[in-house]
Structures are given as C-alpha cells and as structure tokens.
C-alpha cells in the first residue's frame, strides 16, 4: 500500500519574508525577498504568502515572455512596491514628519521676530494644512514644497543667507546695483589691499545668480556661505553651559567622594573599636594587635574581677531576702 504525504489544508508558505508587489495591466505580481530587497528566488507569485503562483498567460500578457522568469522578477523588483507591516509603515512615517519638520525649522524664521519657530509650531502649522508625508520622495524636497505652501497661509517666510563676497576692488558698483535689485541686506563692507570683503543677507532663492554674477567678474570672485553670528554666539553660550555643568557635577562628584570617604572612615573606625579598652583603631592590623598587649590584657582582666564582684554583692543581697 503506497503512503502519500499529507499537507494541512491551512498551511501557508512563505510568511517569514518581505514582499516586493507590482500591479501591471490589472494583475498583482508579488516576489519574495529580504528586507533590503535582495532577491530570495525568481519564481514569480501572485500571492506569496498563501504560495500562489503567477500563471503563464498573466506574465505573458504583463511581461511578454513566459520562460524568461528572472527579467520578470527583475522588473517587479525595480519597479514593485516593498510591503511592509502597519506599524512598521507608521513608524516610518513619523519619522519623516518629524525630519520635514526639523528641515522646515532650520530653513525658515518668523519676519516679525526674525527667530526660527520652534518645531512644535511647525508641526502643529502642518496638522492644520493636512500635509501627508510622501514616502517615495526625498525629505528636503517635500520641505521645500512644505515652506511654499505655509506661506500661503501663515506669516512665515525663508531664512537669509549670509554671503561673503570677495571681489576686486573696481568691482565694487556693480555687485552694489545687483544687491539692491535682490533685495539684499549688506552688513558689512571691508578692503583688504586689492581685495573687497562684502558681508551681506540674501534670499536663497537668489544665490545662484549672485554665485554666477560674482564668478563673471572680470578677473576673480569668490562666494562664501557665512554662518550667523547669532549661531556662533548660541554656539558659544552652550559651550560655556556645557562646560559649566561638567565643573559644578565634577565638584559635586568630589564632594560625594569626600563625604563617602568620611563615612567609611567613620564606618572602619567603629568596626575597629575595642569594647573593653574604649578605643579605636584604623587600621585592622593595629586592631589585632592591639588584643596582644598587656593594656587590654589588664583591662580585660579588671573586667572580669568587677565582674564577680557585682555577682557576690547579688548573692549576698539574695540572701538578706527570704522566699
């Protein structure tokens, strides 16, 4: 009598893998991979996880061939979508709400204070736009777009950039024209033999076209991104507070250190103590030593005498009583 396997009905195949999908003239094409989308083998499935294979006809009539299975598994690969579980999604999600946020912090600043808002108003400004994170594109770039959309809404504008611009000296009444077309706002102006230094803030939508015009000078020109010195002197105050709290906790850890040592000296002291001579000892070799000598050999022995002495006066006081 032959004897054939027998499978569950219920088993499903495949559920310990990451599935990249693709839908292609209304058909769903789904391959098994790793989760860095490293192929695990080039059969092509219609459902990985119940183990169905595609059919011959759905890839002909998706792909055009029916032999070649790798091209087939290598489109769905490049083109396919990974799937991933829904909390690993929402994981994902939040985090890059959370880097278009910090991106739209850094870049942008409230033109009544001049200050950058914190990230919690920026989050909460985007709540209310109802921005959706797109998973498939870049975060700078869903920033950019982010920034343009809350200026149609809110008083928010870019930061400026601050340049500085090395020009020859003859250079000088152009680059002035120039600045004052872009709206820019110069803050400083410093010769230096045949050089000229200018400092000034710019919109960053026109940096391109300043770092182009400065390079056409004739002769040599140079742009430089400048950072605030606003930044260098919050800069400066963090390290000042950092170096603070380093000090005061080193004096706080030291003052630890001396009560602890105190304390243990205390402690040693009194686990060195002779009861019968009423003194201490530091260290516990003099403490050894110290039940050798004749000091506490007498003083033990006075002890002992005092001792039988109070026991006779109690005898003798027990029998002027009688039971």
């Not at 789904?30 to 080039?42: D, F, G, H, P, T």
């Not at 005061?248 to 002779?274: F, P, T, V, W, Y």
């Not at 004749?294 to 009688?322: G, V």
């Amino acid at each position: 009598m032959s004897r054939s396997l027998v499978q569950p009905i219920g088993q499903k195949r495949l559920t310990n893998v990451a599935v990249v999908r693709l839908k292609k003239h209304g058909l769903r094409f789904e391959i098994a991979c790793y989760k860095n989308k490293v192929l695990q083998s080039q059969t092509v499935y219609s459902n990985v996880s119940k183990g169905v294979l595609a059919k011959s006809k759905d890839l002909n009539a998706a792909f055009g061939t029916t032999t070649k299975r790798r091209f087939a598994s290598r489109s769905i690969m490049e083109k396919g979508e990974l799937q991933v579980a829904g909390k690993e999604r929402d994981s994902q999600l939040s985090n890059q709400f959370r880097d278009i946020a910090t991106i739209v912090m850094e870049k942008t600043i409230n033109p009544q204070t001049q200050r950058p808002y914190p990230i919690s108003m920026i989050e909460r400004l985007m709540h209310e736009i109802h921005f959706a994170v797109d998973p498939h594109q870049n975060s700078k770039k869903q920033a950019l777009e982010l920034i343009r959309e809350l200026q149609k809404h809110f008083p928010i504008k870019r930061s400026p950039m601050r340049l500085r611009l090395i020009i020859p000296e003859g250079s000088i009444s152009p680059l002035m024209e120039k600045l004052s077309t872009w709206g820019a706002n110069v803050i400083s102006k410093d010769e230096s033999g045949s050089q000229l230094c200018v400092v000034c803030e710019i919109e960053p939508g026109f940096f391109r076209d300043c770092d182009s015009f400065v390079r056409s000078i004739p002769g040599w020109g140079e742009t430089r991104v400048d950072q605030h010195e606003e930044a260098d002197e919050l800069l400066s105050l963090s390290t000042k507070a950092v170096s603070n709290s380093v000090a005061q906790l080193g004096e706080r850890m030291q003052r630890q250190n001396i009560s602890e040592e105190g304390r243990g000296g205390e402690e040693q002291a009194k686990k060195n103590r002779c009861g019968t001579c009423d003194a201490a000892f530091g260290d516990a070799r003099e403490y050894r030593d110290h039940f050798k000598t004749d000091w506490h050999k007498h003083n033990l022995r006075r002890k002992e005498c005092l001792a039988d002495m109070e026991s006779d006066d109690y005898k003798s006081d027990l029998n002027n009583y009688s039971f």
